[in-house]
């Protein structure tokens, strides 16, 4: 029998149910992709760098990120960034470029609907 994957924390297992019932009851596309997105192996969960925001994000604007932010390279533009988790000196520069962090619980309780939110994966 195959090992399952996916989530082995608690906290995130109950985020990601939490967030796939919100979708499917209030028929949001963008919750259901987002618990989609973070229910796969966390070596599967993309990593993204500070230079690939910079690169395709724009100013001031709200991305997610259903993996892990990493600090490699520069981050020129106040972005709010939510993740499932940050590299300490990834915070550190998101915060110095005027930009904001939170969790993707934090996301989902401001937008749930998504508006104007880019996933970045």
Do not use: W
């Not at 209030?26 to 966390?42: Q, V, W, Y």
């Not at 990834?90 to 930009?99: E, L, Y």
């Amino acid at each position: 029998m195959p090992k399952p994957t996916g989530p082995t924390n608690p906290e995130m297992k109950r985020l990601i149910e939490d967030i796939r019932n919100q979708g499917y009851r209030e028929k949001i596309p963008f919750l259901i992709e987002i618990a989609k997105k973070l229910e796969t192996s966390r070596r599967k969960r993309p990593e993204v760098n500070l230079s690939q925001l910079n690169r395709v994000c724009r100013e001031k604007e709200t991305v997610i990120v259903p993996g892990k932010v990493l600090s490699s390279g520069t981050l020129k533009k106040p972005l709010t960034v939510a993740a499932a988790s940050f590299s300490m000196s990834a915070i550190n520069k998101i915060q110095k470029a005027g930009g904001k962090t939170m969790s993707v619980d934090e996301l989902i309780k401001a937008n749930p609907k998504g508006k104007d939110v880019r996933i970045v994966v």
